[in-house]
């Protein structure tokens, strides 16, 4: 099956879910291509960026179990390539 490239914008509004939010990063780890983090402490906010190379259905998958978590906004955006 073919691969696509895909961007997974991650917003962590609650510090708790920082845990089970690197765990699913790191069971997909196989598939991520890069990814960047940054506190935004005059909110108490962190956003992830996670560039991925996966079949389509996995990347969905990915975020939707990151986007189940209580307190983690998930956004995805694909390449058109």
Do not use: C, F, W
Request: aromatic share 4%.
């Amino acid at each position: 099956m073919e691969t696509r490239i895909a961007l997974i914008g991650i917003i962590v509004e609650d510090v708790d879910a920082v845990e089970r939010l690197n765990g699913l990063l790191h069971d997909y780890g196989q598939y991520i291509i890069g990814r960047m983090g940054i506190p935004y402490r005059e909110k108490n906010i962190n956003i992830i960026s996670v560039v991925v190379n996966a079949e389509a259905d996995i990347i969905s998958t990915l975020a939707g179990k990151l986007g189940m978590i209580k307190g983690v906004n998930v956004k995805t955006i694909y390449s058109k390539k």
